[in-house]
């Protein structure tokens, strides 16, 4: 599989309703729903959902496509994927990098594919904690390696623009399978490569 742009098709076919919700939430905000600057926004937000929600119809795994045998078993780390996600508590945005890093046991994939694989995991209604465990496990599952670690770093803007308003924490997730569960030194080479 070369580059597969995954859409979320259900959102096509439901495009209609999606427009008429969305106008209907504008209108019982106070908004004035004729008004220019808004008439193709109904439209446009349906649009957008079809980009950031197109994870729910990918399959993980095929995502991953093509893997080769390579006989290095050494660590290899792919870090600052860029990801935007969605948290499932109030739709709103979450954004910030994943770092991957495993230890191969003959299996390796393409390294575009773990950002893709990233795509597709956060292009959908998520927690980051999630995000970081399914990546793990299908890592694991998929290449079959010595041992994975993940680890994620997010911005909330359910945390910055409303709520508790703490604009620029963050939060760090990380996930460990395998040889990363019991070497410590295996975690820490991980670690300091990542923050180099
Ligand atoms: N663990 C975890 N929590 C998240 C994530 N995204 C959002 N949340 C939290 O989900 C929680 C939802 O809590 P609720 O008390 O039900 O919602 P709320 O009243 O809007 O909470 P506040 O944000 O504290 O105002 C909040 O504490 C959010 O910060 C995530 O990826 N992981
Ligand atoms: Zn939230």
């Known amino acids: 599989m070369a580059s597969v742009e995954y859409r979320n ?45 197109s994870g729910y119809e990918a399959n993980p795994q095929d995502v991953l496509g093509v893997t080769f045998d390579e006989q290095h078993e050494e660590l290899v780390i792919i870090k600052d994927i860029i990801y935007y ?37 956060t292009r959908k209604l998520q927690v980051q904690e999630r995000i970081t465990s399914e990546i793990a496990d299908i890592l694991d599952e998929v290449l079959k390696p010595h041992g994975v670690m993940v680890v994620v770093e997010g ?9 508790v ?19 410590s030194t295996l975690r820490s080479e991980f670690l300091s490569l990542i923050n180099r």
């Open 85 to 121: 996600s969605q948290c499932e508590h109030h739709m709103a945005p979450f954004f910030g990098k994943v770092h991957v890093g495993y230890l191969p046991s003959g299996k390796v994939a393409g390294l575009s594919k773990f950002a893709r694989l990233v795509d597709v995991v």
């Open 165 to 183: 308003k703490k604009y620029g924490s963050e939060t760090i997730t990380s996930a460990v399978r395998g040889s990363f569960r019991t070497d």
């Open 155 to 163: 911005e909330h803007m359910c945390m910055c623009s409303r709520g």
């Open 9 to 53: 098709t259900r959102v096509a076919e439901n495009r209609e309703q999606i427009e008429k919700h969305v106008r209907e939430i504008l209108r019982l905000i106070g908004e004035d729903v004729d008004r220019e600057g808004l008439l193709d926004t109904p439209a446009r937000v349906t649009r957008m959902y079809e980009e950031i929600f």
